[in-house]
């Protein structure tokens, strides 16, 4: 879904997904060279091992403090004193120093050596039952919702070629399917060599609700595209870039792509695009998650209506800080996270892992993925 900035608000606006996370969110300052670099970068190794343990010591805290509750009839808070619950914490405090630092100190080697992870990692794999994300505000801690399928994906099975594609493998079994997408920023594709190149799927956008104007617009090689890759093999899926406001408009855009898909055999789901727009302008961040969730519901259940399988394609700040996913639990995630590990807490059916890919017949860059129809079939 690479896109580029264009003055006329029609069109989709500037890259603007954050799918990579293993950075905060505010953005960083050019650094000056340093004389005093090793020594800087021995201390902020030190000061980013300290942070760990606090986590780790703070998590142990507030794990042991849950189990506690859970063991013990419900009371007011009136039922400790100060000074009781001052020597409480310390005690759970210094248990968690005892048993846990030469733990900690490990998990920390660990996953340091072996993947060169950053702090959300870290955080993600202290905090399971959550979702973390960030945003300018700070990071976010999102209880996962029980009513959504866990991700059931084993880092070991990923898979990694040299030209940078990942694949899934199980049991010595591949259990993914490579894919593209594609809209009219990779020109005139041959889609002969494509399929060639092994590619088994592609999404191919159908249009976008302009950011500014509201107006909708058919991408200009949607026709060409889409016959292209069905003409030689490729099973084909569609989105469209939402900038809905209301739940008429998501209908409206529901209505725009069933008319141009119809008399084509789709077999992969049709993707409403929910992500960010860094403008002012940008209707579609004036609304809720609320008023969000609502047009998602509404573009998904007319897709689904008129027999096909919907889908909705987002990062973590999509899922997690602009939808209501509780309300949208029977509707399969296409993913985009941007590394070498598969980072979603939830079940999902399609991991777009870059946007920088290589394929014999598109000329550029053009974003990869993988499905998982073995494991979150849609």
Known sequence: MSTEEIM???REPKKKRRVEEETP????????KNPLTA????????TLLSLFLCLYLLKMYKDKTVTEETKTPAVSEATYTQEE???KVM?????GRNLGSA???DFIRDIITTRGAGLYEILRKLYPDEAVYSDATGYHFVPLSPAIPKNPVKDEGLMYAPNGEISYVLNGETRSVKGIDVSAFQGDIDWTKVAQSGVKFAFIRVGYRGYGSGAMVEDEKFRQNIEGALANGIDVGVYFFDQAINAAEALEEAQFVLERIAGYNITYPIAIDIETVDDKVARGMTISS???TIICRTFCDAISNAGYKPMIYGNNYSFFAMLDMNQLSDVPMWYAFFNTYLYNPYQCGIWQYSSTGSVNGINGAVDMNIAFPLDAPF
């Open 290 to 292: 609320a008023e969000r």
């Open 103 to 105: 733990d900690v100190k």
């Open 85 to 87: 619950l001052d020597l």
């Open 25 to 32: 969110a505010p953005k960083s300052r050019k650094k000056k």
């Open 39 to 46: 020594v800087t970068i021995f201390l902020s190794v030190i």
């Open 91 to 95: 005690q759970a405090t210094e248990e």
């Open 8 to 10: 006329d608000f029609d």
